[in-house]
């Protein structure tokens, strides 16, 4: 199993910061009750509110695939209040890179790592 991390950033519209923390506690909740194998998932704002990143990272493609499942309703309504860029490092299935490239994810898949 390969695991997957995941790095979105988002610029959040004005006077829409608080409704953004609002949903990602929703989402934070889910992570925690509903997936085991989601390792990370941490989130982080600027001083003035306007960027945040969240760091995620996936035992392996199911995980990831789960989690998408678990959170595509309130990824739609992140993207109502901000607008994303997203980075996935790792091996990512095909049915996977369907899922997420249509929101611009650009995927790096490993060349070299530390074990090889």
């Known amino acids: 199993m390969s695991e997957i991390q995941v790095v979105a950033k988002f610029a959040i519209k004005d006077g829409?910061?608080?409704?953004?923390?609002?949903?990602?506690?929703?989402?934070m909740a889910i992570v925690r009750e509903k997936e085991p194998e989601t390792l990370a998932y941490d989130w982080f704002f600027d001083d003035d509110g306007s960027t945040s990143?969240?760091?995620?990272?996936?035992?392996?493609?199911?995980?990831?695939?789960?989690?998408?499942?678990?959170?595509?309703?309130?990824l739609a309504e992140l993207l109502k209040?901000?607008?994303?860029?997203?980075?996935?490092y790792g091996i990512i299935p095909t049915e996977i890179?369907?899922?997420i490239t249509p929101f611009g994810a650009k995927i790096f898949v490993p060349r070299f790592r530390k074990g090889n």
Do not use: W
């Not at 209040?81 to 996935?88: D, F, I």
């Open 16 to 27: 829409n910061l608080d409704e953004f923390k609002r949903i990602v506690g929703e989402a």
């Open 53 to 74: 990143v969240a760091i995620e990272r996936y035992s392996g493609s199911a995980a990831l695939l789960q989690h998408l499942g678990h959170l595509g309703g309130h």
């Open 81 to 88: 209040l901000s607008s994303m860029t997203v980075e996935v």
């Open 97 to 99: 890179a369907k899922i």
